[in-house]
């Protein structure tokens, strides 16, 4: 080049990597949790004080490498002079917090949530889900005794309802078991008779006028449906989805930025969605199948997992997992190959990996048949 | 942002709706035919275009407004005007209960079925109107009309597309309103009382019944925008300082101090700043918002702009309630007025400082009532709310520091302005300043809105409204709404304030009083109330997600219950039954058989202890007020109330 005031120069070449440039030290915040002191830095979650003082908190929607949702609200604790409970994966540190993570109310409340989701959502393949029941005491099944078995209610029934319950005094206290056992089996033998009869002519009653329920009787509301199985890469099992929101993050601004996926509807009716519940294939889904990847429940699962697990076959503790990199491309993404009887059954990738924080294309995720048929 | 819309596209009638509101397509990137010419080598994306999303709510509203639902093609065709990718739009038609996804018919009645309609039966009204009409009846949670006895939202769709209200509404007329054109007279005016709202008379409603709604010189010969003036001449902070001695507290239910709130946002540092007058006035009970804007517009605008200037905002948004098209037609006229005479605008009154007011119309969700839902749906999102904190002031709608109050507090503010805060605080209790609007409807004799000195007691308020029926005993007093407590006869010498209210464990919430007699059934009301609940739950967080579909199911059976055990044909347990078969399941018969052979008291305890444990996981752990409060009222009657002891939770 002849026109030296538009030739191009090259920075001279730096001999060492530079440092960061120095930004301001954080202010480190005091707190306090379950008694004990600890400072972190501002900014910082209440979960991740916690991890500091190696405090496990529970979660459920929340993901390291995901923006909180805190829509769970299994990771509540209490802050001391707070009217309610404050969910430890995304309240900040404040100075001078005083925060206990297992308080009764704070026991209550995660196992509320458990027992509230159990008794919707089919978790048999979400890991951790059976212990952390066991640990809150959790019992689902509760809900469906109640509402299944309980009052079609005569007056007879209602009667010695109330006569038991005139020995406890206000809501929130439980009934002695003296009354329970007692109450409970007269009230069963007057129930027999006469409030079979009266349950079942309410029902024909309504149900010719307004295919609506029986009075006295109610399903238990749950998400259970058939799969969806609309592609030859992963199934969408939304029987088994909590509403985390975490798949919508991770097609959406969280890492594919593909917005496949929103969540659709209201209350108790929302639900993971493409628009008009198209099937996968009609959506603007690409199958990099990072939605799977943070899914805590199964809802969503490469299809040869499911295909195993339905033919009882699927056995992680036998698989022998191994890092690798990526054969297609220049990027370079950790892959974590699950081998099962000398056959890929799934792919993943670290979720504290830099390159990937485990996300892939689908080709990293799914391509791996040439290598099982060789 | 790689937009995926393919499939369906929207017809001629579509196209226009949306394009009648967001003006013509720029290209073909953006919804237009495709041209090789302009479109062939350029691609436009990126933020400045998909800034437009706040557009989508109202897109939704053009294209449900001329067509009577919003189908794939239009909804394509928006996304392609707005840059939403089409599954988020459908998360977000799909959140708006007066938005259909499925074809209907063009006109539509939305009855209200809710607790003070029930009592003058609104039940029998919607079954009648469900078996002559079928889908074109829609049962609705509180249309806010309770004054009136029973309510009707008709929304007719076409190219000139009619909302009106019929109230009181009776089946012939709801039949009329769906098979003429005709739209009826608007209905009587409001019963406005203010004997008992102090030394100074009525305040808050002093306009009301008295000066012209529709006209600004009207409303300017009745002292109107003298205020605004005066705020002008004295500046922000000396307003705010105002406020702040007055001791307003925010008249919207959470009772937070007007003057911290408006001084918060002043000085947070972040620019632009926002006024959000919230108008969606949804809690069941309350039609104190509606009134005020109906009669006194001008006021809400006058309001709203010292607001703005107080604060240093320059922009403000008034969010309507979907279900009021009037509130909604008056604040557009009265806006439209006073930007004509330069009182909204780049310099409102001459006075240099910019202001203006865009009106956003719900689409049916209680829950956008809840500030930051509220935020969520201007922007065009789903109604959910956010995690607190941040504060609105800090991180309000689009981010920016936000001022929001509540109609009601807003007209306050004028009157304080005009007396000095510190005299007009004399009006009240040492605790709650000034007066409020009471809501008064149920069994009382003359329904209507009430203003009256906080202070005042229950039994005064309802004394004002002619007490109950002749003959009729009080059974129960329900306080602020279904998010509110009930309280029995016993607390009628309670003060109406924010102090005397706490003391009793009570909450005034939005000003609700509802009075239920001794004909009442309010195994009824509370089955109604927990089914509100389950509706409006916005569905994120999961205490209340499914927690308040376990607290209806629980109610359900009770209620049924005390149904067979007392008036054996009733209507009372229908309501709850017909809305709980719209959720996924259906009872099994086998459920049905079990429940009938095997019934135990000890289930029934084993429930009690369910729903008081359900109570206390929906208060502490959810995110925001709905599922914290969704409990409050069925708590409270089972406690307060001497008739449903009998089958109180154990
Ligand atoms: C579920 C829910 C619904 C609400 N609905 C309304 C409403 O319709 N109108 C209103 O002014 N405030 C409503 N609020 C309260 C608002 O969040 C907010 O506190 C209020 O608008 C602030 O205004 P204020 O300070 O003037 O009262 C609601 C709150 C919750 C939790
Ligand atoms: S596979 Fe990827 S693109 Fe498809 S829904 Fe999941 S995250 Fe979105
Ligand atoms: S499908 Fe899985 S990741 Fe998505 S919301 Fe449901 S449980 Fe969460
Ligand atoms: S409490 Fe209810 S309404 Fe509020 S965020 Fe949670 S689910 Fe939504
Ligand atoms: S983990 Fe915090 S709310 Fe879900
Ligand atoms: S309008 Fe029907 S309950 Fe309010």
Partial sequence: ?374 | MDLHIVGAEANAAEREAVDQLLGPPSTGWHGASRDIERDGRSAAGGRRVSGGRDQLLPALHAVQDAMGWVSHGALNYICARLSVPPAEAWGVVTFYHLLATAPRPAAVAHVCDDIACRLHGAESLCADLEARLGHAVHRSPCLGQCDRGSAALITRAGPEPERFVIAPATAGAIVDALSTDARPESTAQPVVDAAAAGDKGARIVRRINVADPCSLDSYRHHGGYAVLNKAIAIGAAAVIAEVSAAKLLGRGGAAFPTGRKWQAVAEAPAQPHYVVCNADESEPGTFKDRVLMEQDPFAVVEAMTICGLATGSAHGFLYVRGEYPEAERAMASAIAQARAAGLLGPSVAASGFAFDIEIRRGGGAYICGEETALFNSIEGKRGEPRSKPPFPAQVGVFGQPTVVNNVETLVNVLDLLDEGGAAWAKTGTAGSSGTRLFCLSGHVAVPGLYEIECGRTLRQAIALAGGLPAGRALQAVLLGGAAGTFVGPDALDMPLSFEGARAANATLGSGVIMVFDDTANLHDTLARIAQFFRDESCGQCVPCRVGTVRQAELLHVRSASSVSSAAPASSASSVSSAALASSAQSVSSAALAESASSVSSAALAESSVLLSELGLAMKDASICGLGQTAASAIESAFANIASLKGSEPS
């Fill in chain 1, 1 to 374: 080049m002849s026109h030296d005031d538009i030739a191009f120069h090259l920075p001279p070449a730096p001999r060492d990597i530079p440092a960061a440039p120095a930004g301001p030290a954080p202010t480190m915040v005091p707190l306090t949790i379950d008694g004990r002191a600890v400072e972190v830095p501002s900014g910082a979650t209440l979960i991740d004080a916690c991890a500091a003082l190696d405090i496990t908190v529970p979660t459920l929607c929340y993901l390291k490498t995901l923006t909180p949702v805190n829509a769970c609200r299994m990771c509540v604790v209490e802050v001391e002079g707070a009217r309610v409970l404050a969910p430890a994966c995304s309240r900040q540190v404040e100075p001078g917090m005083v925060v206990k993570t297992r308080s009764p109310r704070v026991n209550l409340s995660r196992k509320m949530v458990l027992e509230l989701l159990g008794s919707s959502v089919d978790l048999s393949t979400a890991p951790g889900l059976a212990e952390m029941m066991a640990e809150y005491d959790a019992r689902p099944e509760r809900f469906h005794q109640s509402l299944t078995s309980a009052p079609s209610v005569s007056s007879a029934a209602l009667a010695s309802e109330s006569a038991s319950s005139a020995s406890s005094a206000a809501l929130g206290e439980s009934a002695s078991s003296a009354a329970l056992g007692d109450s409970a089996s007269s009230a069963s033998s007057v129930a027999l008779g006469d409030s079979a009869s009266s349950a079942s002519s309410v029902a024909l009653a309504s149900s010719a006028s307004s295919a609506s329920l029986a009075a006295g009787s109610v399903s238990v509301a749950s998400v259970a449906q058939p799969v969806k199985v609309d592609n030859d890469l992963y199934v969408r099992d939304y029987g088994k989805c909590i509403l985390c929101y975490k798949c919508v993050e991770a097609c959406g601004t969280d890492a594919q930025h593909t917005f496949a996926i929103a969540v659709a509807g209201r209350g108790f009716n929302a639900h993971i969605s493409t628009e008009l519940d198209v099937p996968l294939p009609d959506s603007a889904c690409v199958y990099c199948g990072n939605c799977i990847a943070v899914c805590p429940t199964g809802a969503l699962m490469a299809t040869p997992e499911f295909e195993l697990r339905k033919a009882g076959e699927w056995r992680p503790e036998t698989q022998a997992v191994t890092d690798t990199i990526c054969p297609y491309c220049g990027v370079g993404c950790t892959l974590t190959v699950h081998v099962q009887d000398q056959q890929i059954v799934k792919v993943t990738s670290p979720f504290d990996n830099d390159v990937t924080r485990g996300n892939l294309c689908v080709k990293g995720r799914f391509g791996f048949e040439y290598v099982n048929r060789t």
